[in-house]
């Protein structure tokens, strides 16, 4: 398999401050890597594209300003909340893209997610 | 039509039976296919992946894949509580873009 670690597990923090969080690969490399957002009992939902050394790609309707994306090695990417507000209170998961030589056989595999909870 | 459809569930099958659970995608060109399994409050796991017709078996888990139909299907062989779960049907189509389904919830009754 291939291993995806996080940091921090959770975090709690004021409203009006920010967050970031941590997704590192650990024994691959990994020039793409996806940050998801589930609430309870929903679907996960793709935030945004990391990729290395370029500018992340956003999904439809995330503010890029609020959610800053950084991939600056290929193993390391981070998300950083700003100005968290509560209704930005989720599971904040990263996967990172475990490549095999043929895009079409790529794989995601996930990091154990970040709980925030915004007060 | 959304890019990945799954039964939300929930399945609930008796312990030690076999739990099937099924997936569509509505892109022909899609090129690999994965299952993650996640249970509640944690992230999701890879359980397997597939790419090409057929059945692809590991342990209790067998993947199948009909391209022609555009159905992918994962069999859980002598099904245990601790598999109760939301299973999530993955998508690669191109160039690395991934859709996910909803998830089908199983839950297996000691």
């Known amino acids: 398999g291939a291993v995806v670690s996080q940091h921090p597990s959770w975090v709690i923090c004021k409203s009006g401050t920010s967050v970031k969080i941590e997704c590192r690969s650990l024994d691959f490399q990994a020039t793409t890597m996806f940050w998801y957002r589930q609430f309870p009992k929903q679907s996960l939902m793709l935030m945004a594209t990391s990729n290395e050394g370029s500018k992340a790609t956003y999904e439809q309707g995330v503010e890029k300003d609020k959610f800053l994306i950084n991939h600056a090695s290929l193993t390391l990417s981070t998300l950083t909340v700003t100005s968290a507000h509560p209704e930005d209170s989720s599971f904040y998961i990263c996967s990172a893209l475990r490549a095999s030589g043929t895009s079409t056989t790529d794989t995601q595999y996930f990091g154990p997610g970040t709980r925030l909870t915004v007060l | 039509q959304k890019e990945v459809e799954q039964n939300s569930g929930p399945l609930s099958v008796p312990e030690g039976a076999i739990a099937s659970l099924n997936c569509t995608y509505s892109d022909r060109g899609s090129q690999s296919f994965f299952w993650y399994r996640q249970y509640s409050g944690k992230s999701p796991e890879l359980i397997m992946s597939i790419y090409s017709n057929g059945d692809k078996e590991d342990g209790r888990f067998t993947a199948q894949l009909n391209k022609a139909s555009q159905y992918v299907s994962l069999l859980i062989r002598d099904s245990q509580p601790s598999d109760s779960a939301t299973y999530l049907c993955?998508?690669?189509?191109?160039?690395?873009?991934?859709?996910f389904g909803s998830g089908t919830k199983l839950n297996v009754k000691p």
């Open positions: 993955a998508v690669n189509r191109n160039f690395n873009k991934f859709y």
